[in-house]
């Protein structure tokens, strides 16, 4: 039996402020924005060409949710943003204002380095060799 993880909820502030960063600052997809009545969304956004997996926004609606935004790994590196070209990436993303947590490593099994989103969960962006 085939297996595969569709969406990882991110729990955001605000939906709008989730989509305009990840899509204007990121480059992601919005592949959906669904009004479900009440204020809720279900809104799905991804890196182009990755596959079936996206990222759930969830806007916060308690205040243990709204503990949670940006903390969800408890401090660690949450999200791993692979890319074919490290270099290219890294440079629009430090153009495009992308608080970056420390300068690119250069390890044995490819480039790396840190980023923060505009929620606080950290990232890594990563080239494996």
Known sequence: MAQRIGNITLLVRDYDEAIAYYTGVLG????????QGNGKRWVVVSPADAGNTGLLLAQAVTDEQR????RQAGGRVFLFL???????DYARYK??????????RYETYGSVVVFADCFGNKWDLLQLK
């Open 82 to 88: 692979h890319t074919e070209d490290f270099e290219a």
């Open 28 to 35: 992601f997809q919005l592949l959906e924005d669904t009004d």
């Open 67 to 70: 503990a949670s935004i940006g």
């Open 95 to 104: 153009a495009a204002g992308v608080q970056f947590l420390e300068e690119p």
